[in-house]
């Protein structure tokens, strides 16, 4: 049998959204953004090793638009999934298990996840920014 | 243990646990661990990298902890990569078929991910 006959846990439509729903999925949504994100990463480090003009190719796409919104959003993909994880595995050691440090630590991770992006990319345009 | 809470099947099979079912969340919080730390390293290096010509950020990436920490980086990324994709393909993914070939993808997809960076890596190390 098809198991998508089944019937799901109705828990976006019911329960009214709080800030440990919204990490939870957004971990998992990072975490793909993220597992994709590594393609440019595997791909930089190929270019570095194989010469100046595929290091520049790389470069330049970092450079264009399309570039620069998939490296803000990876920046702060990896901001958030960074911080989040580091809430989940301090909650794996029996850390922070009352209601409220479960919405407290979910806020923390979700503003600092913005304040690390931005503290990021102030420091590259402090720099003059990307190449 | 009380004979009564053993399913027919567990009883007809004989067999015990299979004494893994640990090992996917362990490998998950270790890589996880590993890459909290490697990420405030891989953050400072592409920062430093940013103005650098061809040369110097090879010679930058070159470096032996510099290289050690990324291929360590790399082999950790695309592992966790591997293990979180297992679970949200598990969870969301309900017809057997697509399941088993996403599944196999992705595993492939990482290990060539991972055996990519690597080759990339020790190129730029050890010289061409």
């Not at chain 1, 098809?2 to 990072?30: D, E, G, K, N």
């Not at chain 1, 990896?78 to 440090?101: C, E, K, P, W, Y």
């Not at chain 2, 007809?12 to 893994?20: E, M, P, Q, R, V």
Request: aromatic fraction near 12%.
């Amino acid at each position: 049998m098809s198991a998508s006959a089944r019937p799901l846990s109705p828990f976006t439509t019911i329960y009214r959204w709080q800030i440990q729903m919204v990490t939870s999925i957004v971990h998992r949504i990072t975490g793909v953004a993220l597992a994709f994100g590594t393609i440019l990463l595997c791909v930089a480090l190929l270019a570095l090793a194989s010469g100046p003009d595929a290091f520049a190719s790389v470069r330049a796409f970092c450079a264009s638009w399309p570039g620069l919104v998939l490296l803000f959003g990876w920046s702060w993909a990896l901001s958030f999934h960074l911080l989040n994880g580091i809430r989940h595995l301090l909650q794996d050691v029996g850390m922070g298990f009352t209601i409220a440090q479960f919405v407290r630590n979910s806020w923390i991770a979700m503003i600092g996840s913005f304040a690390l992006t931005a503290l990021l990319w102030a420091f590259v345009f402090a720099q003059g920014g990307v190449v | 243990m009380n004979e009564q809470y053993r399913t027919p099947l567990k009883v007809a099979t004989g067999l015990g646990s299979a004494k893994h079912g640990v090992q996917h969340f362990m490998a998950q919080r270790l890589t996880a661990l590993a890459l909290a730390l490697l990420s405030v390293w891989f953050i400072w290096l592409v920062l430093k990298m940013l103005h650098l010509d061809y040369a110097a950020a090879h010679a930058l990436v070159a470096q032996p902890w510099n290289a050690i920490l990324m291929l360590a980086f790399v082999i950790a990324v695309f592992w966790h990569a591997q293990l979180g994709l297992q679970v949200v393909v598990e969870d969301y993914v309900h017809t057997h078929g697509w399941q088993l070939a996403l599944q196999i993808a992705i595993k492939f997809l990482c290990f060539l991910g991972a055996a990519a960076s690597v080759f990339a890596i020790l190129r730029i190390a050890l010289g061409h």
